[in-house]
């Protein structure tokens, strides 16, 4: 069902810092900062030859990524994202598995456009996992 990574994101405090971590230490090709209103985010892609990064910044009071950054108070990696071809079926079919998945089950339009749904760390190994609609 999964296919390509699509990213790994990383929850940040101070993501004018981490950027130019990546930037200027790294040496890596990174994006405009962008406001994600519908997600409580501001992000950030590095684009690597074969995936993304996703630095991600609280936006707002009540973040979904604001107890795991006083949880994390370096930050750390949040989630991991994989390429589906059918966010619907492939919701359908791991909610039939008895996966959880999270808010209200209808896909929100993700960062780059594109429908995504986030599934429950605690029935993935302990791993944040997005899916987005390739
Ligand atoms: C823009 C978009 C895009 O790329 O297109 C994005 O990525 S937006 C990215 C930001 N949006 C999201 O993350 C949306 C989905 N996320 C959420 O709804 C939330 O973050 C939850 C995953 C439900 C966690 O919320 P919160 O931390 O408030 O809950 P909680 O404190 O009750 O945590 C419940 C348990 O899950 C664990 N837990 C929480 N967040 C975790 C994470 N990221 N990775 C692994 N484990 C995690 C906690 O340690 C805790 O375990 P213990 O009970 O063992 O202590
Ligand atoms: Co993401």
């Keep these: 069902m999964i296919g390509r990574l699509n990213h790994v994101a990383i929850a940040v405090r101070d993501i004018e810092a981490a950027t130019a971590l990546y930037r200027d230490t790294l040496g890596a090709d990174v994006s405009e900062q962008v406001a994600q209103h519908a997600h409580g985010v501001t992000t950030v892609f590095i684009t690597l030859p074969n995936t993304k990064i996703e630095l991600l910044e609280p936006l707002g009071e009540g973040s979904p990524i604001a107890k795991f950054l006083d949880r994390n108070p370096d930050g750390g990696i949040h989630h991991i994202c994989y390429e ?20 209200d089950g209808e896909p929100k339009i993700g960062a780059h456009g594109k429908p995504v749904l986030f599934l429950h760390p605690k029935d993935f190994t302990g791993t944040l996992v997005e899916l987005e609609e390739a």
Excluded: E, N, P, W
Aim: without cysteine.
């Design 84 to 103: 589906v071809a059918d966010i619907r079926a492939a919701r359908d079919q791991l909610k039939a598995k008895g996966a959880r998945v999270l808010g």
